[in-house]
T-cell receptor, first 120, second 111 residues
Framework: DAGVIQSPRHEVTEMGQEVTLRCKPISGHNSLFWYRQTMMRGLELLIYFNNNVPIDDSGMPEDRFSAKMPNASFSTLKIQPSEPRDSAVYFC??????????????????FGPGTRLTVL | DAKTTQPPSMDCAEGRAANLPCNHSTISGNEYVYWYRQIHSQGPQYIIHGLKNNETNEMASLIITEDRKSSTLILPHATLRDTAVYYCIVTRNTNAGKSTFGDGTTLTVKP
């Protein structure tokens, strides 16, 4: 498996422009997570999906941010309009279903390489 | 998720064991301890996890105290490539899979 795939790897845009980040989770994983990482705030969970349904979007900073997961193999994070303070590395991660049944189940997250976003 | 406390930074000599502590005094009975690390400019990488027993894999060992209020991640023979930020996470093992990453410990392995 190629792991979690994110595109683009680098994005430079101007303030006010729309930015779309893309993620392809590992096949068979049913949970998908979007994180943002900055020097000031560290690694922050923005939103996560379970079976393509958004479960918790409390980490999404404001209405300019939106995320979708139209199917099990694709997700997008959109920023419209973008602002310089949105500059960060955005990570996507996916995980197995996990669960409480049995002692060997787990919910290890597999992270993608990230998208470095710069908003000028 | 229970709150975790880690030292902000640690140094270790190459070839020696690196012992990274984590306090999680409010851990619940159904919460697991996970360790991840993040090498510069890469996404975080899973290392190991445990519930109450000590665990070992090809990367590291995890020692959890009997009262489960703290744990130690051990890298038995640290190399320069182990220089990274190490995150200790405590979370229920549920289908949600949500984990909260704190500030972690920056481990610097020195030659």
């Amino acid at each position: 498996d190629a792991g979690v795939i994110q595109s683009p790897r680098h994005e430079v845009t101007e303030m006010g422009q729309e930015v779309t980040l893309r993620c392809k989770p590992i096949s068979g994983h049913n949970s998908l997570f979007w994180y943002r990482q900055t020097m000031m705030r560290g690694l922050e969970l923005l939103i996560y999906f379970n079976n393509n349904v958004p479960i918790d979007d409390s980490g999404m900073p404001e209405d300019r941010f939106s995320a979708k997961m139209p199917n099990a193999s694709f997700s997008t994070l959109k920023i419209q309009p973008s602002e310089p303070r949105d500059s960060a590395v955005y990570f996507c991660a996916s995980s197995h279903p996990g669960g409480l049944a049995g002692g060997s189940s787990y919910n290890e997250q597999f992270f993608g390489p990230g998208t470095r976003l710069t908003v000028l | 998720d229970a709150k975790t406390t880690q030292p902000p930074s640690m140094d270790c000599a190459e070839g020696r064991a690196a012992n990274l502590p984590c306090n999680h005094s409010t851990i619940s009975g159904n919460e697991y301890v996970y360790w991840y690390r993040q090498i510069h400019s890469q996404g975080p990488q899973y290392i190991i996890h445990g519930l109450k027993n000590n665990e070992t894999n090809e990367m590291a060992s995890l020692i959890i105290t009997e009262d489960r209020k703290s744990s130690t991640l051990i890298l038995p023979h640290a190399t320069l490539r182990d220089t990274a930020v190490y995150y200790c996470i405590v979370t229920r093992n549920t289908n949600a899979g949500k984990s909260t990453f704190g500030d972690g410990t920056t481990l610097t392995v020195k030659p």
